[in-house]
């Protein structure tokens, strides 16, 4: 997921940028157990630097999603005075929002199971 801001901003510290980071899928279930991180490539951007675009993994999904709008994940950053704009405003509240496609969750269990044609 791509989260895209309306203006250059900057962080100060990666490690509270990152524990700050929350994302919570809903739907149908009760439950979508799942983990998220940043991209890999946000580790070349350092404290400081300016930029517009941030990438969102959402992974280790451990339900199976029906996409077309059943799920949406949603977000957001715990402590909004992380990012600021080049102003040194702070986020504002709200968080991101998207719909996730269809996702088939097998279970380790059966995934390292043999199977028989």
Not at 6 to 11: A, C, D, H, P
Not at 15 to 21: G, I, Q, R, V
Not at 34 to 49: M, N
């Amino acid at each position: 997921m791509t989260l895209e801001f309306s203006e250059e901003v900057t962080f100060s510290n990666i490690s509270l940028l990152s524990s700050s980071l929350s994302t919570k899928i809903r739907g149908p279930e009760i439950n979508y157990p799942h983990s998220s991180k940043f991209s890999d490539s946000f580790s070349e951007i350092q404290p400081g630097e300016k930029f517009r675009q941030l990438q969102v993994k959402i992974y280790d999904i451990q339900k199976t999603l029906r996409g077309e709008g059943y799920e949406e994940v949603t977000v957001t950053f715990t402590d909004s005075t992380v990012i600021k704009d080049i102003s040194g405003n702070e986020l504002a509240r709200g968080g991101a929002v998207a719909n996730l496609n269809f996702f088939e969750y097998v279970p380790e269990s059966k995934s390292s199971s043999p199977h028989f044609v």
